[in-house]
T-cell receptor
Framework: EPEVTQTPSHQVTQMGQEVILRCVPI?????FYWYRQILGQKVEFLVS????????KSEIFDDQFSVERPDGSNFTLKIRSTKLEDSAMYFC?????????????FGPGTRLTVL | AQSVTQLDSQVPVFEEAPVELRCNYS??????LFWYVQYPNQGLQLLLK??????LVESINGFEAEFNKSQTSFHLRKPSVHISDTAEYFC??????????????FGSGTRLQVQP
C-alpha cells in the first residue's frame, strides 16, 4: 500500500542552524502539506503546496520557512535559522484530488530537536 | 476561525468496555469533520469522516461518530474496545464548500489507553 515517507525520523540541530526535512508523498498525489506538533500541543497546519507553488500558509509559516519540490518526487521543508521553539514533530501529508475533503495521507513524522 | 476542542486528554478504559471520545468544534460555516488515529511511532491515519448525508458515520474497525449540528459535536464511540485500539485520537475540521482552504484544524488529541 502506498504511503508517505519522511526522513530523517529524528533530527537534532543547534539553534541558528538550517535544517531540511524531507518527505516523499504518494506518487500520484497532487497536493502536499506540512503540519507540526509541539510536544503536548495541537497538530498545527503550516503550509500547503500545489502545482509548484504555495497554495495556503498559516501565520506560523514566516520567512524562516520555505518549501520546495526539487525533483518531482521529494517535498522538502527548510527552516533557515532554527529557534528553540521550532522543536516539534513535523508531519508531511499528501492528497490526490484538489477538493477540500479529499483524504490527506500523513507520514510518520520527523522529530526536530533544537538545542 | 475554526477551532476544535477535545475535552479529554486521556481516557483509560478496560478491554471490552464501551468508550466515547468527545469532540466539539466552533465554526460559523458548514464543515467537514474527521477523526484521525495515531498509533505509536506511526503517522496520522484517517479513521472516519463526515462530509454530508447521514449524520452517523462508521469505520471498518467498529468505531462510529455522530455529527450533531445543534451541539456542534462529533463524538467518537466504540461499543467494545480492544487492546489494539490503544492510540492517540485526533478530531479535525475543515470548512466545506469551495473556499479553497485545505488545511485541517486539529483538536489537541485524546490518548485512549485500553487496559486488560
Amino acid at each position: 500500500e502506498p504511503e508517505v515517507t519522511q526522513t530523517p525520523s529524528h533530527q537534532v540541530t543547534q539553534m541558528g542552524q538550517e535544517v531540511i526535512l524531507r518527505c516523499v508523498p504518494i506518487s500520484n498525489h497532487l497536493y502536499f502539506y506540512w503540519y507540526r506538533q509541539i510536544l503536548g500541543q495541537k497538530v498545527e497546519f503550516l503550509v500547503s503546496f500545489y502545482n509548484n507553488e504555495i497554495s495556503e500558509k498559516s501565520e506560523i509559516f514566516d520567512d524562516q520557512f520555505s518549501v520546495e519540490r526539487p525533483d518531482g518526487s521529494n517535498f522538502t521543508l527548510k527552516i533557515r535559522s532554527t529557534k528553540l521553539e521550532d522543536s516539534a514533530m513535523y508531519f508531511c501529508a499528501s492528497s490526490w484530488l484538489v477538493r477540500s475533503y479529499n483524504e490527506q495521507f500523513f507520514g510518520p513524522g520527523t522529530r526536530l530537536t533544537v538545542l | 476561525a475554526q477551532s476544535v476542542t477535545q475535552l479529554d486528554s486521556q481516557v483509560p478504559v478496560f478491554e471490552e468496555a464501551p468508550v466515547e471520545l468527545r469532540c466539539n468544534y466552533s465554526s460559523s460555516v458548514s464543515v467537514y469533520l474527521f477523526w484521525y488515529v495515531q498509533y505509536p511511532n506511526q503517522g496520522l491515519q484517517l479513521l472516519l469522516k463526515y462530509l454530508s448525508g447521514s449524520t452517523l458515520v462508521e469505520s471498518i474497525n467498529g468505531f462510529e461518530a455522530e455529527f450533531n449540528k445543534s451541539q456542534t459535536s462529533f463524538h467518537l464511540r466504540k461499543p467494545s474496545v480492544h487492546i489494539s485500539d490503544t492510540a492517540e485520537y485526533f478530531c479535525a475540521v475543515i470548512a466545506s464548500g469551495d473556499t479553497g482552504r485545505r488545511a485541517l484544524t486539529f483538536g489537541s488529541g485524546t490518548r485512549l489507553q485500553v487496559q486488560p
